[in-house]
Every structure is written in C-alpha cells, then in structure tokens.
C-alpha cells in the first residue's frame, strides 16, 4: 500500500519546506518509480525512498499525491493535504523618534497586519536597552542617553513570524556651570565675573548660552564682567540649550550688599 511521511502539515510561506518519504510497503515486486504530485503544477518522478523536499511559492491548501509502480506495472496511490499559511506583517511607527533626555517617554503606533482571518497577534519588543514588552501598544523611557535600535517581533495563530526594526533617539542635556568670582560684594565697589563652565558629550551636538543676569539684563557672552545698579539679592540664571533642542538652566544667588549711608 502507497504512503507518505509527511515532516509536517503546517508551514509558513516565508521559507517554507516540505520534507516528504516514501513509506509505501513493498508488494509482490519491487518499487521502481514515485511520482510526486505537489498539487501546485510541479511534478517530480523519482527513483530512490529517499527524503527530499519542495518549496511552495504561495499559501494555500494543497494535495500532495504520490503514485508508486513496481517493475510490473502495478500502481497505487495515496494524498495527503498540507496548508501553507501567510507569515504576518511586523510595522510601527514611533510618534517621537528623537527626544530630549529629562522628559523622554516614547510612543508606538502599532500597524501590524496578521494577514489571515483570525487577526490576533501576539507581539514581542525589544528597545535596545535590556528593556522589552509584550503590549500591543507599550511605551518605553530610557534611563541613558544615546541611540537605540527597537524591535518588533509579531506572530500569528499558526506560529508564522515576522520583525520590523526601526531606531530611535535620546539625546543628552547640556551641563551647566558656570563660576562667579565673588557672589556677594558692596554696591560701591563692585565687579561681578561670570564664566560659563557648561559642556555637553562630543556625540551630542553643540550648545548655546543665554545668561539672565536677574535685574533684566542678558547676555550670550562666554564670560562677563557686570556692575549691578544699586544694592539688591538677585538670581542669576544660565541656560544652555544643545543643537538639537535640549535645555537645561542653572541658578545662583548674588548678593549686592547696600554701602554705609552717611
């Protein structure tokens, strides 16, 4: 009797491979040929019970026949049906892919497709930091700057598979310094030094000042020299923001102190 040993009935149509054998029991005479039906227009005719494999080029349902003849012209026959399913369609889009570091928080619009009837998917993404989720729709924050590559791995109801990369970015806030000679001095003898001691890493752009001197004065000046008018208790505030958007400020006190009334 003709019998075929199927490795599987279930495959994905992304790198599908059928693995079939001949199991058909020896009758009267010996099996000299198989002829293999795939039920996609191929046909092979083989020699040997050896294993070998076929590749479909589409999904669907279909029916493999084989056919066994003997040196005596005796044939049988035997089918089995096998289904190629879809793989399914991994895709998102990031609704801020380039973020600042103190407030990052990133957002992701899923779009994959399961491509079959049944559109339940499960889901499995990776950040790029250790960092992973198995939401439908997750958000992530990073705590380091830099960039990150993401990942999202889909699979549908018959275990088929598919991944969409993408990247995202954190960006680093500038450090902001700066010095001040003497922050309390008499208002009559006065002469306040300010001197921007910021920095920023070297992949994180460049960055650039702007001084609120606290009485209503500014300045974009590396270092400054300044005489306050009168006595009075001031903030004075750097901020420094980087070439791609990031803030961060310091503040410090100076004290103009009120000279002897005589």
């Known amino acids: 009797d003709a019998a075929i040993g199927l490795d599987t009935v279930l495959y994905c149509i992304r790198g599908n491979e059928f693995g079939v054998t001949d199991l058909t029991t020896k009758g009267e005479g010996n099996k000299t040929q198989f002829t293999w039906n795939w039920g996609d227009g191929n046909i092979d005719v083989k020699s040997t019970t050896t294993r070998f494999t076929h590749n479909y080029a589409n999904t669907g349902t279909y029916t493999i026949k ?6 005596y012209a005796c044939i049988d026959s035997i089918s089995k049906t096998t289904t190629v399913h879809p793989n399914p369609t991994a895709q998102f889009a990031i609704v801020d892919s380039l973020q600042c570091f103190n407030a990052n928080s990133f957002s992701f619009v899923n779009q ?16 790029g930091d250790g960092g992973s989720s198995t939401a439908e729709t997750p ?6 700057f830099g960039p990150r590559d993401l990942q999202l791995q889909v699979s549908n109801v018959f ?10 970015r954190v960006y680093s806030l500038p450090t902001v310094n700066f010095s001040i000679n003497d922050s309390t001095q008499c208002e009559n003898n006065q002469l306040y030094n300010f001197q921007d001691l910021s920095s920023i890493a070297s992949t994180e752009g460049t960055i650039s000042r702007a001084w609120d001197l ?8 590396a270092t400054i020299s300044y005489k306050y008018v009168g006595h009075d ?30």
């Open 233 to 262: 208790t001031v903030s004075v505030k750097l901020v420094q923001t980087s070439s791609f958007g990031c803030k961060d400020s310091l503040s410090k006190r100076v004290e103009i102190l009120r000279k002897p009334q005589i």
């Open 112 to 127: 994959s497709a399961s491509n079959t009837g049944n559109s339940t998917l499960t889901y499995a993404w990776t950040f």
């Open 66 to 71: 084989l056919l066994v003849e003997d040196q």
């Open 139 to 144: 958000t992530h924050s990073y705590t380091s």
């Open 214 to 221: 606290g009485d209503g004065s500014t300045s974009s000046d």
């Open 159 to 168: 275990g088929c598979r598919d991944t969409f990369d993408s990247k995202a």
